[in-house]
């Protein structure tokens, strides 16, 4: 039994996972594995799919619970001068907060990493976890732009606290999604006011979760400035912070 996809040839038992020859050298540029009913030898397939396999830009393992074993495989590979993944899309694998610390480490320890867009929703994280990806987007040398912890209901005001600290300093995110991740207005505060300082952040969604309406439209009123401020930092920081004091004494 075979399963040919995206450039990666993937048997049953994983015993062996080889690229597909061709002569387009964008062929294994994507490396996509959807399923939960193999019996998973996690370093084979890492080590071929990308650890060997430099072309690799795109990598997207769904629903196959690859756990703790799988996330430090793959973070050994994201430790590698030649590992060139971009995006890593890792939606329902239960890697928990151990699997992100791995994670997160090996991207820090590889100033070389490309990695802009990472997604570990539903994936066990709690606000511990979100405290260590606090601590790669306070890194200088991050290079992430879009990261979802979507459906993370653990993560909860403690976990958004940490992540709104980090983007006081981190002037390269983009996009950072939080649906369903139990936060609250408290969370939502916390923010609102690092908003006055981080002038990049172009999108925070906070859906699913138990924010009250006011607070989602200011955190669009301010996001949306960093689209368009374009180096109008001052009226922009002024504007959110009255906007979160204005919440706050509404709130009291």
């Given at each position: 039994y075979q399963r040919r996809v995206h450039g990666v040839v993937a048997r049953r038992n994983l015993l062996s996972c080889n690229l597909s020859a061709g002569d387009d050298t964008t062929a294994n540029t994507h490396v996509t594995l959807?399923?939960?009913?193999?019996?998973?030898?996690w370093n084979v397939f890492f080590a071929s799919a990308?650890?060997?396999?430099?072309?690799a830009r795109h990598l997207d393992i769904r629903k196959s619970r690859m756990g703790i074993e799988g996330a430090?495989?793959?973070?050994?590979?994201?430790?590698?001068?030649s590992c060139g993944l971009q995006t890593i899309f890792l939606y329902r694998n239960a890697i928990g907060d151990e699997g992100a610390s791995l994670l997160c480490s090996a991207l820090s320890a590889n100033s070389s990493s490309n990695l802009q867009r990472l997604n570990l929703c539903e994936?066990?994280?709690?606000?511990?976890?979100?405290?260590?990806?606090?601590?790669l987007l306070a890194d200088p040398s991050c290079q992430l732009t879009h990261l979802d912890l979507n459906r993370n209901p653990l993560i909860g005001d403690a976990g958004a606290a940490d992540l709104a600290r980090s983007l006081r300093s981190n002037q390269r995110l983009c996009v950072l999604s939080l649906r369903g991740d139990g936060?609250?207005?408290e969370g939502a505060e916390h923010f609102l006011n690092a908003l006055e300082e981080n002038c990049t952040l172009e999108a925070l969604f906070l859906q699913e979760n138990s924010v009250s309406s006011h607070w989602i439209e200011a955190l669009e009123s301010c996001t949306q400035q960093n689209v368009a401020a374009k180096g109008f930092v001052a009226d922009k920081r002024?504007?959110?912070?009255?906007?979160?004091r204005t919440l706050f004494e509404a709130s009291a």
């Amino acid at each position: 039994y075979q399963r040919r996809v995206h450039g990666v040839v993937a048997r049953r038992n994983l015993l062996s996972c080889n690229l597909s020859a061709g002569d387009d050298t964008t062929a294994n540029t994507h490396v996509t594995l959807k399923t939960a009913s193999w019996n998973k030898q996690w370093n084979v397939f890492f080590a071929s799919a990308v650890g060997e396999n430099t072309a690799a830009r795109h990598l997207d393992i769904r629903k196959s619970r690859m756990g703790i074993e799988g996330a430090r495989h793959l973070a050994r590979c994201l430790t590698l001068p030649s590992c060139g993944l971009q995006t890593i899309f890792l939606y329902r694998n239960a890697i928990g907060d151990e699997g992100a610390s791995l994670l997160c480490s090996a991207l820090s320890a590889n100033s070389s990493s490309n990695l802009q867009r990472l997604n570990l929703c539903e994936n066990c994280i709690s606000a511990a976890g979100a405290a260590r990806f606090a601590k790669l987007l306070a890194d200088p040398s991050c290079q992430l732009t879009h990261l979802d912890l979507n459906r993370n209901p653990l993560i909860g005001d403690a976990g958004a606290a940490d992540l709104a600290r980090s983007l006081r300093s981190n002037q390269r995110l983009c996009v950072l999604s939080l649906r369903g991740d139990g936060v609250a207005d408290e969370g939502a505060e916390h923010f609102l006011n690092a908003l006055e300082e981080n002038c990049t952040l172009e999108a925070l969604f906070l859906q699913e979760n138990s924010v009250s309406s006011h607070w989602i439209e200011a955190l669009e009123s301010c996001t949306q400035q960093n689209v368009a401020a374009k180096g109008f930092v001052a009226d922009k920081r002024s504007e959110c912070g009255e906007l979160c004091r204005t919440l706050f004494e509404a709130s009291a």
